[in-house]
């Protein structure tokens, strides 16, 4: 076995999930990008204007996906950039754990954002 | 080993510097978001809320909008490539993606820049 094939997270099925992620990311972009920036009220975007669309559970779910979706397509795209550059096995290890837990972190400020928006007075 | 600078390449290239620049968007994004928790008057009085206005920042979000839609229609050539034998158009298909991206982008930076 080679150095560079010591680490090596499943790779087909991220190579697999990597597309449909992405395809699913075109239509959730579009209409986040249609509806939070361009049909935006008079004044521009303002905090009653994403504090009305929170309002509606099913709109959190939306966007507690869209955050699920964007953190694995853009971190798993960023590992498999660093598994062309990087062989070692040891630098592989610490590159996989810091996206691990700058996902967490990037979950974490997102879903402590969208879950209790406007639950509290 | 050494790089051949045909279409294929730049695409492959552009995707991943396109994508790097948007996870760098959405790791600010997400920063800047997470202050709404903090109410009405923290967030609009957040230094980054308030230089969303600024024109340095239209600028940028041009290049956002252009790093989003090169992306995400390259994206779509690579899957009509993987998945639907667009293998034997993929130049046609590369050049599809980038002349409806550079139409979507027009139609997406007028109202960008009108806000100036």
Known sequence: MRADQGIQSGGAIHWLL?????ICLVVLIAVHTLIAHYTVPQGGLSYEWVASRMAYPLWKLFYL????????????????????????????????????????????????????????? | MRYRWDLGFVAWLLMRISGVLIVVFLLMHLFVLSHLGLGKE???????????????NKLLELGLIGCLLFHGLNGIRICLVDFAG???????????????????????????????
């Open chain 2, 86 to 116: 667009g293998v034997f158009v993929q130049k046609k298909l590369f050049w599809a993606a980038v002349g409806i991206g550079a139409a979507i982008f027009v139609a997406a930076a007028i109202p960008v820049l009108s806000h100036l």
């Open chain 2, 42 to 56: 923290a967030f609009e009085g957040f230094l980054f809320v308030r230089l969303a206005d600024q024109p340095l």
């Open chain 1, 18 to 22: 990597q597309r449909v992620t992405g």
């Open chain 1, 65 to 121: 996906f869209f955050l699920l979706l964007c953190i694995y397509h853009g971190l798993n795209g960023i590992w498999m950039i660093a598994q062309d550059y990087v062989h070692r096995g040891g630098w592989r290890v610490a590159i996989l754990g810091a996206l691990l837990m700058l996902g967490l972190l990037m979950g974490s400020l997102g879903g402590l954002t969208i879950i209790p928006f406007g639950t509290k007075a």
